[in-house]
């Protein structure tokens, strides 16, 4: 028998929590409430826990703390954590996602937009899960580059269509970068440069560590990164591009010691105006190459915005 994905609804309001819990299993999800941080936060603890739609405002310890705890915790930290909150603030739902949130919904509860998104969330899960018993070769054949660890193309399309039919859904911003390496410069000319991939896997470290835990990074093709920014407008991708490329230009990589270079593209979508992931991708490299063409440039911003914006 397939086991049912079980999700905890923490919510201070009794009777929404009830609601709530008795429309997911309406959708065959077993579903738990639990009304403040600590009972959340031991519910959790005591295992079995798939998805929990969290609610900030709880009257003992705040839903970000109680995020912030699960995600530290390795018996926890795998849980979706979906924000359900009145609090509809940009900064507030930027919160959400750097502590490790992958979702965010807005009170009032709609029932099928929490359905949609606890779907979502489900799907992803059982896509690791059922990755989780296939051999790691396997799993990196198929979408992770075994060279960088980073995800590959194969990936990086099939996610970043989920993110442009989310973000259409639900007209919020989404961004996505093309970073390519270029230009190694030996430090001990004798020595030489490092090799290429030696170069290639350290700088797709650096990345990892400078993203967050809900960004999709990928090795898009021999010398090209590419990153999606959930949630992140044309400010914030700049300013992302911007500390990539301090950080890259500023590392020793390697042996013999070498310095690299990176020039970046990127695109931003607004109120969910990209249309595909290849639009996304296309406009991505547009704005790569421009920068290219330009090198003093560094970096190149477009944006893809409603036809009737007037921008």
Do not use: W
């Amino acid at each position: 028998m397939v086991q049912r994905i079980r999700v905890c609804v923490a919510d201070d309001y009794v009777d929404e929590a009830t609601v709530l819990c008795e429309g997911l299993r309406l959708y065959d999800y077993d579903a738990i409430a639990t009304h403040n941080g600590q009972d959340t936060l031991d519910v959790c603890f005591g295992g079995g826990i798939d998805i929990l739609l969290l609610d900030i405002g709880l009257p003992d310890i705040d839903g970000y703390e109680v995020c912030r705890r699960l995600k530290a915790n390795p018996a926890t930290r795998d849980i979706s954590i979906i924000f359900v909150t009145a609090r509809g603030h940009s900064d507030d739902v930027q919160k959400g996602y750097a502590l490790g949130a992958v979702d965010y919904i807005p009170k009032p509860y709609n029932l099928p937009m929490v359905m949609v998104r606890v779907n979502s969330a489900a799907r992803t899960r059982q896509t690791l899960v059922s990755f989780s018993f296939l051999s790691d070769s396997l799993v990196d054949n198929y979408y992770t580059d075994a060279l960088t660890g980073l995800r590959n193309g194969r990936f990086l399309m099939e996610r970043l269509q989920e993110e442009v039919d989310g973000a259409g859904r639900y007209n919020h911003s989404l961004s996505c970068l093309m970073a390519e390496l270029d230009d190694p410069q030996a430090l001990d000319q004798q020595l030489g440069s490092a090799p290429v991939d030696d170069l290639l896997a350290e700088v797709g470290m650096v990345i990892r560590n400078m993203s967050r835990s809900f960004d999709i990074l990928a090795r898009y093709d021999t010398f090209l990164f590419a990153v999606v920014l959930p949630h992140a407008d044309r400010r914030d991708v700049v300013g992302y591009a911007q500390k990539m490329q301090q950080v890259v230009t500023k590392t020793i990589f390697s042996d013999p010691p070498t310095r690299v270079k990176l020039t970046i593209g990127t695109v931003s979508s607004t109120n969910g105006a990209a249309q595909g992931a290849d639009q996304m991708l296309g406009a991505a490299m547009q704005s790569l190459l421009q920068a290219k063409s330009q090198p003093g440039l560094g970096i190149v911003a477009r944006t893809i915005t409603p036809p009737d914006s007037g921008e």
